[in-house]
């Protein structure tokens, strides 16, 4: 299977939607550090957008205020989280009863 040319308008569209998606990813991230948003908001906002929800868990992890490369992996240990796991996956797992 051959990959498509893309025209420059497309390619143009590709890139600004992956800027703002990394932007959107990054912000959330920034709000977690900052306080201004809970790890519970930030999972539920996650939740209900596909693009935060591509965020891995441990990046957000670590997002948290004394929460390291160290302790994320511990958590991440703790509770069987595989270190590429993200948002939405980890989320829809764990919201089953």
Same mark, same amino acid.
């Given at each position: 299977?051959?990959?498509?040319?893309?025209?420059?308008?497309?390619?143009? /569209?590709a890139?600004?939607?992956?800027?703002?998606?990394?932007?959107?990813?990054?912000? +959330? &991230? @920034?709000?977690? !550090?900052? $306080?201004?948003?809970?790890?519970?908001?930030?999972?539920?906002? /996650?939740?209900?957008d596909?693009?935060?929800?591509?965020?891995?868990?441990?990046?957000? +992890? &670590? @997002?948290?205020? !004394?929460? $390291?490369?160290?302790?994320?992996?511990?958590?991440?240990?703790?509770?069987?989280?595989?270190?590429?796991?993200?948002?939405?996956?980890?989320?829809?797992?764990?919201?089953?009863?």
């Amino acid at each position: 299977m051959t990959i498509p040319q893309l025209t420059t308008e497309q390619l143009e /569209a590709a890139r600004a939607a992956a800027t703002q998606a990394r932007r959107a990813r990054a912000d +959330l &991230k @920034a709000r977690v !550090r900052s $306080g201004t948003l809970s790890l519970g908001e930030a999972l539920d906002l /996650a939740a209900g957008d596909e693009v935060l929800a591509h965020v891995k868990v441990v990046d957000l +992890l &670590k @997002a948290l205020p !004394r929460v $390291g490369e160290k302790r994320a992996a511990l958590v991440m240990e703790r509770f069987d989280i595989a270190a590429n796991r993200r948002i939405r996956v980890w989320v829809g797992i764990n919201s089953r009863g």
